[in-house]
């Protein structure tokens, strides 16, 4: 039966929405309080490149996590780096994406498959949103 399988595909399709959005909101909320704290900490300047941000700018900032783990936040700042979007873009694309995004992956929202990232779709999003 065509229609019943397409109604399946939809269905999953929604539940990978819900996934990616409730993925999205978690991850806004925890960034927005480290980094919040890491640009009172440091100059806002990005770490790579040397490019200052401010106002709108601001936005292009962001916050890296050293050791790539984005639970360890040092209220001292020694696990943060600010590096601009695209810094930060290359700093990432150096390492595997697995271990790099693991961070992303919402406690209790595992997918069951090993392939579905939610965040690189995100990342992309983002990209093409500007
Ligand atoms: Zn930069
Ligand atoms: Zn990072």
Redo the contacts with the bound molecule.
Sequence with gaps: MLYMSQDETQTKTDRQKQIIAEARRNRELREKTYRERALKLFPHVCGKCGREFSGKKLKEL????RD?D?NNNNPDGSNW?L?CIYC?DN??SRYEDSA?YSEVTPGGEQASSGSFKPFADLEALLKNKK
């Design positions: 962001t916050v890296h996590h790539h984005h780096e590096l930060h700093e990432h790099t």
